[in-house]
């Protein structure tokens, strides 16, 4: 089949979950012999190749979002060259992840006559503020949904938007992670002190203020333990302040981490925490944690709760609950008999999480939706 992968944002810089889903979807496809481009924002001022199964569109434009996050997304493409890619393309199907995020794919959308298959990632915040914003983002969704003909999304919590807006069905089908560069390596190390990593963006959300409080107590009862900060974003100059203002130790923040030191860095912790309080619809950074067969403290969002299922839901905690917290990471960090049978959870988890799996689930919808599709006409 011909395919067409969407991703609204841009896939050169700040990646996320939605442009790593991409990436390797994209592969994957092309490797059991499918022709695959990715259309994607063109980044202002590129200074590299573009790779061959990529298409730019339109342009890029950087976003402090209501939602407490950085999105790097595409703005209005000329529907002209639009309508020249579409009608050289030729695509059976063509995927659009997240397609409420104005413009580009509505863009498409309109002038599509493929099957356009929608993949909800994210779970907007439950509160005041952005369910009044998305009072005013509705009425654009519900005009990109006529052009629909299949959904998915990667958890229930990232379909509850989609289906408060429509009656079709919705298939879960879960990230993925690649199981090649993910695994588990014995590191032999001389540090004479436990390792706590955060590895992510620096924004409101992930609630690092609630980690940094709860890790500065677990060190006045153990003293061989440090944690490490790696990520950018809008508040590192804050935690820097916070740090310094509470004579918090052994703290460092290593700014943004290249993805091809990123498994090295999560392979040297002892144990991995991401306290994020809302807004995650899933975790492919916990995935990423339990490949390499480092124990989790996590928020109890439900996008996280989705997969911290079972034995592994010992690593969710509430991060505003101080006293559970501290006692969260000493627990995960210490008791080498819970860690061994957090471990053995993690890796029965992670064989239905590879991407070879994920790409079959896909395929099969978008073969279902053409057969629906072609019924029809």
């Known amino acids: 089949m011909k395919i067409g992968l969407v991703c609204p944002y841009n896939m050169f810089q700040f990646a996320g979950g939605v442009q790593e889903i991409v990436q390797e979807l994209a592969k994957e496809l092309a490797d059991i012999g499918h022709d695959v481009k990715i259309i994607t924002p063109r980044p202002k001022n590129l200074n590299q190749a573009i790779p061959k199964n990529m298409i730019l569109l339109g342009r890029s434009t950087k976003l402090n979002t209501p939602f407490a996050t950085m999105v790097d997304f ?151 333990v440090e944690l490490i900060i790696a990520g950018s974003g809008v508040k590192r100059a804050t935690l820097e302040k916070l740090v310094q203002t509470e004579g918090i130790p052994d703290v460092t923040f290593l700014g943004f981490i290249p993805e091809k030191q990123k498994v090295a860095l999560i392979q040297s912790a002892d144990l991995y925490c991401s306290p994020a309080m809302y807004g995650e619809s899933f975790g492919i950074v916990l995935l990423e944690a339990m490949a390499l067969g480092v124990p989790v403290v996590a928020g109890n969002n439900p996008g996280y709760a989705s997969v911290m299922t079972n034995e592994g839901r010992i690593s969710l905690v509430n991060p505003k609950s101080g006293t559970d917290f501290v006692h969260r990471l000493e627990l995960m960090l210490y008791n080498e008999e819970m860690r061994t049978v957090w471990k053995k959870w993690a890796k029965k988890q992670l064989p239905s999480y590879s991407f070879d799996k994920i790409t079959k689930k896909y395929l099969a919808l978008y073969k279902e939706v053409k057969k629906q599709h072609d019924k029809k006409t």
């Open 74 to 224: 595409g703005f209005e493409a000329e529907g002209e060259e639009i309508q020249a890619i579409l009608d050289r393309e030729n695509f059976d199907i063509i995927h659009f992840h997240e397609p409420w995020v104005p413009v580009l794919s509505r863009q498409i959308l309109m002038r599509s006559k493929a099957i356009n298959i929608a993949t909800f990632h994210a779970t907007p915040p439950s509160t005041i503020v952005s369910k009044s914003l998305l009072n005013i983002v509705i009425p654009y969704t519900k005009s990109v949904l006529k052009y629909i003909d299949g959904y998915s999304a990667v958890s229930d919590s990232a379909a509850e938007y989609v289906l408060s807006l429509m009656d079709e069905p919705v298939t879960i089908i879960p990230n993925g992670i690649n199981l090649e560069i993910f695994k588990p390596k014995k590191l032999s190390s001389d540090a004479t002190k436990k390792k706590i990593l955060y590895l992510g963006r620096l924004e409101k959300r992930k609630a690092i203020p609630y980690l940094l409080e709860a890790y500065n107590e677990l060190r006045k009862k153990h003293d061989d």
